[in-house]
């Protein structure tokens, strides 16, 4: 993005005579050389590569992790959840590729929630958001393990040296630049596309629709042999029914490396939401039902192991397995991108630290992408890919409900808004969204309220750095602080 850009100087001049405190916050003028070394490469990807980076931040849910909702509803109690979720992830999509076209900047659901809800609001939303992102590759990479270590590779046994070197690879790929990393993240996303497609010919002449159905029944409310756990058993399933869309929502955060970004960012949301609906069913019906939802409910490589146990030919079952650690890989790899691209919008608006903002030469936010790819390692060597799952879920749900709020509260206060796509069905769609993902923040607490209340403190911790220190050091040239700005100076002109 250029430093100054020239739609928006006039209404900037104007509002940087205003009072430094402004809705609870100061803000300060800085110079050209502040934005001038923290820009981002623009006009890098087109509607495709942003579709392919959707997909690929997702599908390593696919291949693991929503199978441990069986073992909290079982496959009726998941099937529903899993339809629900899908609901709410569409109706949610649609009303990010709206706010996504009308301000297109790297801060995605902060920017977003900034202009709805204010700098509390966005920053509110900007940390969920982070935290989700930052937390999401520690449990993928708990995942790579697994994989690296079922398919004996160099010997090498599930361990912290795993994750170090994911960590380090990956990050390294996107110091080098956006172009050259969503290129790669393209390749890796499509061999992975293809290892779907190599399990469903070995799973779908091996389906039986008696295996969906053989968790036993317990005692609870509403138990049957559709929903073993009963109706609360479906509640409990929704975070891991996320699985399957966890980080679709992480498109938005390439406005500003994206080539006319309102129009490509509409169709490639919407495109990655499309695939990633008809991936959620087929890997939900036919890996339970080749070897049995029991069997798979509890396991760390579920394609794998539904293949091995319907004693499919060896050959698929490698395929799989390798095509598994691609999968891990794509999502692994995406969603640092979509960790860094938050930081640096937060960063360089003042909200967190500045350093983190900066870009180096090949205009990649050097410490946005190592911080925390550092606190994802961390927390990585815990082990407990499901724990972290939850704790990923809480953020990311969170941050639906604010999203979904400033849609409404947009569509309501500033019904002029230039918005070159609309939301289909409008606030009712987005309505539906904010609904279901409120039930989904509730039932992080089901799963596992230990995680929950970790991810909660965490969050209290930033918003305590946000009342306490940030609030009073914003920076006023920052593109989501313009964009407030530009609003700002149109109701003085009125």
């Not at 399990?199 to 409310?221: S, Y």
């Amino acid at each position: 993005m250029t430093a100054e850009p020239t739609a928006r100087s006039t209404p900037t001049r104007h509002a940087a005579t205003r009072p430094a405190h402004h809705a609870g916050v100061e803000a300060e003028r800085v110079d050209e050389g502040y934005l001038h070394k923290r820009q981002l490469r623009t006009g890098t990807a087109g509607w495709l590569l942003l579709a392919g980076l959707g997909v690929s931040a997702v599908i390593s849910g696919d291949y693991a992790g929503w199978n441990f909702g069986l073992a909290e509803g079982g496959f009726g109690g998941l099937l529903i959840a899993v339809v629900l979720m899908a609901v709410m992830y569409t109706a949610m999509v649609f009303g990010l590729a709206e706010l996504g076209s009308a301000l297109p900047t790297a801060g995605g659901g902060y920017t977003f929630a900034r202009r709805a809800l204010g700098p509390w609001g966005g920053y509110a939303t900007g940390v969920a958001v982070l935290i989700e992102y930052a937390i999401a590759p520690a449990a993928i990479a708990t995942f790579i393990g697994a994989y690296v270590e079922s398919l004996g590779l160099f010997g090498i046994t599930d361990g912290w040296w795993v994750y170090l070197a994911a960590y380090a690879l990956f990050i390294g790929i996107h110091l080098l630049g956006v172009g050259e990393a969503l290129k790669v993240m393209f390749a890796v996303t499509v061999v992975a596309l293809a290892g779907l497609v190599v399990f469903l010919v070995g799973a779908v002449p091996r389906f039986d629709p008696a295996n969906l159905l053989d968790i036993a029944p317990t005692d609870a409310a509403g138990a049957s042999a559709f929903l073993p756990y009963g109706l609360l058993g479906i509640w409990a399933a929704f975070p891991f029914a996320i699985w399957f869309f966890l980080a679709v929502e992480s498109v938005p955060l390439a406005a500003e490396e994206a080539r006319d970004p309102a129009r490509s960012m509409p169709r490639g949301i919407v495109a990655a939401m499309g695939v990633l609906v008809v991936l959620a069913v087929l890997m939900l019906v036919f890996t339970p039902g080749a070897a049995g939802s029991s069997a798979i409910a509890e396991s760390g490589n579920p394609l794998v192991d539904a293949l091995a146990a319907s004693g499919a030919e060896e050959g698929i079952t490698t395929v799989v397995n390798y095509a598994g650690l691609f999968g891990l890989v794509a999502s692994f790899f995406s969603i640092i991108y979509a960790y860094s691209r938050q930081t640096f919008a937060l960063s360089r608006a003042g909200y967190l630290p500045r350093a983190l903002s900066v870009t180096n030469s090949r205009r990649a936010p050097m410490l946005a992408l190592l911080v925390p790819g550092a606190v994802g390692f961390v927390l990585s060597l815990t082990g407990q890919g499901a724990m972290l799952l939850n704790m990923a879920v809480f953020g990311a749900t969170v941050s639906y409900v604010l999203m979904m709020v400033s849609h409404i509260v947009l569509r309501r206060r500033e019904p002029d808004l230039p918005r070159p796509y609309r939301t289909p069905g409008g606030t009712a769609t987005t309505g539906v969204a904010l609904v279901l993902a409120a039930a989904a923040v509730v039932a992080t607490f089901l799963v596992d309220v230990t995680a929950a209340l970790w991810t909660l403190a965490a969050y209290v911790c930033f918003l305590a750095w946000f009342a306490l220190y940030s609030r009073h050091h914003l920076v006023a040239s920052a593109p989501e602080e313009e964009f407030e700005l530009l609003a700002d100076a149109g109701e003085d002109v009125r």
